[in-house]
């Protein structure tokens, strides 16, 4: 069984930077496929971005050039570096391992 565990949400304002990381259990961590996705209210789950097992990654163009995704495989963790945060970045943040796995999510709120 895979438990993914994010944490590093919180309130942030305009312009500003949170790191999200994204612990996970079970073996072959470096070989597994991650990602982020987000739910804004009222929204639907959307993603956010993909990380390979090679370590390449690709983005939604609504945060390309402002979020960046890496992985540490000694440490079973992924990261997302959130910068130029915009309100319209609201939402819970999920983990997900591409073999079908969540996270329980963590909330990201961008307010002044």
């Known amino acids: 069984q895979v438990q993914l565990v994010e944490s590093g949400g919180g309130l942030v304002q305009p312009g500003g930077s949170l790191r999200l990381s994204c612990a996970a259990s079970?073996?072959?961590?470096?070989?597994?496929?991650m990602g982020w996705y987000r739910q804004a209210p009222g929204k639907e789950r959307e993603l956010v971005g993909l990380?390979?097992?090679?370590?390449?990654?690709n983005y939604a163009g609504s945060v390309k050039g402002r979020f960046t995704i890496s992985r540490d495989n000694a440490k079973n963790t992924i990261f997302l570096q959130m910068n130029s945060l915009k309100p319209e970045d609201t939402a819970v943040y999920y983990c997900y391992d591409l073999r079908g796995y969540w996270g329980q999510g963590t909330q990201v709120t961008v307010s002044s």
């Open positions: 990380i390979s097992s090679g370590g390449g990654t």
């Open positions: 079970g073996s072959m961590f470096s070989m597994r496929g």
